[in-house]
């Protein structure tokens, strides 16, 4: 396998590039800089899809690639530094043939985009580049929204640029979170989770920045830019576009949606409250024991994003009505109730909790929210108003 893989790159570099090399040679450039844009993968970090900078140096006989995309899953406390928003990505500089093997060897579409940049323009702009990529300037503060891998290459294209980059208008009516609606929902999971940790901010309508965070989104916007000189001569940002790869990626079916779950839940939670009218109420509190400490643990999630996270769009939740820490103190509150057979307070707390969040979000529509949503209102409502009901 790694013999075929080799012969891949080395065919690549014998055949592909030269020839691109020569047809840029003839219009007497040096420098030839692009925009890829690579189509979204199956994975969670990849369901954006992905932007790079490609700089093919004709004098030197180079092809690299400029990313910004580069994280470590390996890294000390990644998972908690993500969390609070406190995530370094780097910029990282590859060959440009092991770049197009990695996803091609995925199936995944990638496009590129051709910069009709003047000769010093794409000097400029690989200078840029070569000193974002030293060692003490390549690491930056990862913002999922507003500075990413898409926002990065175009910010330094634009740096690069004898003039002024003018973009073509925004889609008319998006948001943040239907853009993450468009790109997470052939993910079900992804799509639920990552829809409860956004706030209300991402409900917003969003201009050309706001839509440059999607590499898709970028990639239309890029197309239709114009760069104006300081002497007024207008010319368009991309001089071609390339096809690289197509794409053959294939998603398998998700049979355990948020619905599935959800449903099965409520399901579950209609049966429990009968058995605590029959007067099973141990195995009542039992069974819902394990619900609570799931729903107080992704409360710890929310509680952080909101009050301690740098992640925008994640503060101001009204989700956090649902998912909070409290049920955490109330399993062991609930239980000295059953043993010393006194009255369970904690249902008319949580069922005020819901009212309000059904008021806000349902009423007066405070937050866009996914409906798997109202699936949990509906289990965490009949397991409360059973208890409240229940002496």
């Not at 468009?182 to 920045?209: C, K, S």
């Not at 141990?282 to 619900?291: D, G, H, N, R």
């Not at 399993?331 to 043993?339: G, L």
Request: net charge neutral; with cysteine.
């Amino acid at each position: 396998m790694r013999s075929l893989h080799a012969l891949y790159l080395t065919l690549l570099l014998l055949f592909m590039l030269p020839a691109q090399s020569k047809a840029e040679a003839v219009e007497g450039k040096s420098v030839v800089v692009s925009l890829i844009t690579c189509h979204p993968g199956d994975l969670t970090y990849e369901l954006y899809g992905h932007s790079a900078l490609r700089v093919m140096d004709l004098e030197q006989g180079t092809d690299y690639v400029y990313n910004y995309g580069i994280f470590d899953f390996e890294s000390d406390n990644f998972v908690l530094r993500f969390i609070l928003g406190k995530t370094d990505y780097m910029l990282g500089v590859t060959m440009y043939p092991y770049f197009h093997y990695a996803y091609a060897a995925q199936g995944r579409r990638m496009d590129e985009q051709v910069l009709n940049l003047t000769p010093a323009e794409s000097k400029r702009l690989q200078a840029l580049l070569n000193e974002n990529a030293r060692p003490e300037n390549r690491v930056y503060r990862y913002n999922f929204l507003e500075d990413n891998c898409v926002t990065r290459a175009v910010d330094m294209v634009a740096k690069a640029v004898e003039g002024q980059v003018a973009f073509p208008e925004a889609e008319p009516g998006k948001t943040f979170r239907a853009l993450v609606k468009e790109h997470t929902a052939r993910n079900p999971w992804d799509y639920f989770v990552q829809n409860v940790l956004l706030g209300m901010e991402v409900d917003t309508l969003i201009g050309v920045r706001g839509q440059m965070f999607a590499p898709l989104y970028a990639e239309r916007l890029v197309a239709g830019a114009t760069v104006t000189d300081s002497l007024g001569n207008e010319r368009p940002l991309v001089k071609k576009e390339v096809r690289l790869t197509e794409d053959s990626t294939q998603f398998a079916p998700h049979l355990m949606s948020p619905q599935v779950v959800f449903g099965a839940l409520l399901a579950l939670s209609v049966v429990l409250v009968v058995l605590l009218r029959l007067g099973w109420r141990k195995t009542f509190y039992a069974v819902e024991t394990p619900l609570l400490l799931v729903q107080g643990l992704a409360g710890c999630i929310i509680f952080t994003l909101c009050f301690f996270s740098e992640h925008p769009a994640v503060d101001n939740n009204w989700n956090l009505l649902l998912l909070n820490p409290l049920p955490l103190l109330a399993i062991p509150y609930q239980w000295w109730t059953v043993s010393k057979g006194h009255r369970n307070y904690y249902p008319f707390v949580q069922l005020t909790l819901l009212a309000a969040y059904a008021f806000g979000v349902g009423m007066l529509h405070a937050q866009g929210v996914v409906g798997a949503v109202w699936l949990v209102v509906g289990v965490l409502a009949v397991l409360n108003f059973g208890k409240v009901m229940t002496k």
